[in-house]
């Protein structure tokens, strides 16, 4: 093989590379214009903006995993009270979910 075969073969090696990411550049221009118009379409028009929209639900916090309620316990000892428990489980506390926490009393038959 002589110089100029390897020029050759040089040159369309480069040539084959380039198309490639000119083609991939080209797909992916595509991909955001149709991501753009489907994000326009979904997007309220100004007189839908304008009207009041229905209450949303209440959402938990982050992480959270629903609604807890108390009976007869302070919220301090209820978050003590979780943090023992995530502790001895060796679990984070988003992971646990409590639905009530009740203190109970020595002398309570419930």
Same mark, same amino acid.
């Given at each position: 093989? *002589?110089?100029? =075969?390897?020029?050759?073969? #040089? $040159? ?23 991501? =753009? +118009? +489907?994000? !326009?379409?979904?997007? &309220?028009? &100004? @007189?839908?903006?304008?009207? &009041?929209? @229905?209450?949303?639900?209440?959402v938990p @916090?982050?992480?959270?995993? *629903?609604?807890? !309620?108390?009976? =007869?316990?302070?919220? +301090? ?9 995530? =502790?001895?489980?060796?679990? &984070? $506390?988003?992971? $646990?979910?409590?639905? #009530?926490?009740?203190?109970? !009393? ?5």
């Amino acid at each position: 093989m *002589g110089f100029s =075969d390897a020029l050759l073969y #040089s $040159l369309a090696g480069m040539l084959v590379v380039f198309f490639a990411l000119v083609l991939l550049m080209v797909i992916i221009k595509v991909m955001i214009a149709v991501g =753009d +118009r +489907r994000q !326009k379409q979904t997007a &309220p028009t &100004p @007189a839908e903006a304008l009207e &009041p929209a @229905a209450a949303p639900a209440p959402v938990p @916090a982050p992480g959270s995993a *629903g609604e807890l !309620k108390l009976y =007869d316990t302070d919220p +301090r000892t209820a978050a003590m009270l979780m943090a023992i428990v995530a =502790d001895e489980l060796q679990l &984070p $506390l988003n992971e $646990l979910r409590f639905l #009530s926490i009740r203190e109970v !009393k020595e002398n309570d038959p419930t």
